[in-house]
């Protein structure tokens, strides 16, 4: 046994044991200032992911949001992989989640939401635009975030690039003008060159006059 590679002796793989995240987490915790402690911090973690499950999308300091955004992803992920019938998975929702309505909304509304073949992120971050700064935000500035869940029903924060589809109404009505307009054109043209080649033929024929008289 002694100097056998691990990969014969049957362990199992450690990337096989979870899911990925499909969102970068740092090795280290961000700083999260409460006066009760790390016990204050998790309580805020705890309640910005209860926030997220329930609003879908909410706007808060960039520290909070990118951790609290990795156990929201966590905690989704596995409630896909373990459903509502595993004991452990349940207990892991019902601490997250302080309003325990919202561990049935996991389950039936945001689980289902992402079918099988959907491997995240199942978050979105955006940076907030920052507004005109005081003179306390100008010696310091904490930068905002809004997440948000993925299908969520609310309208899009960026906008989106139109379809250019040749068969939309406005192509369509488009395309037809600019038919119009070149044919048109090209009537115009051939009139405009008619007339010419007429004006031309009547100073030809005056021409011959003049000299025959």
């Avoid at 999308?57 to 949001?65: P, Q, S, W």
């Amino acid at each position: 046994m002694v100097g056998k590679p691990l990969k014969s002796l049957g362990y199992a793989e450690v990337t096989k044991l979870m899911s990925e995240l499909k969102v970068p987490v740092l090795p280290r915790h961000r700083n999260l200032s409460s006066p009760l402690g790390p016990e204050g911090r998790i309580n805020k973690l705890r309640q910005t992911v209860t926030a997220l499950v329930k609003y879908e999308r909410i706007e808060l300091f960039h520290n909070r949001a990118d951790e609290a955004r990795g156990y929201v992803e966590r905690l989704v992920s596995d409630a896909r992989r373990y459903g509502d019938q595993n004991k452990e998975m349940m207990e892991m929702a019902s601490y997250w989640l302080l309003e325990k309505q919202l561990v049935h909304k996991l389950f039936k509304v945001i689980c289902p939401r992402f079918h099988d073949t959907f491997d995240g992120p199942f978050t979105t971050a955006y940076n907030a635009p920052r507004k005109y700064p005081s003179e306390t935000e100008r010696k310091q500035y904490f930068k905002r975030v809004v997440l948000e869940l993925k299908g969520h029903p609310f309208p899009p924060l960026l906008p989106q690039a139109s379809y250019q589809g040749k068969y939309l109404i406005h192509n369509v009505l488009l395309d037809a003008a600019m038919k119009d307009y070149y044919q048109e054109k090209k009537l115009n043209a051939m009139q405009n060159k008619k007339e010419e080649v007429t004006e031309s033929v009547d100073e030809e024929k005056e021409l011959d006059n003049q000299i025959k008289e």
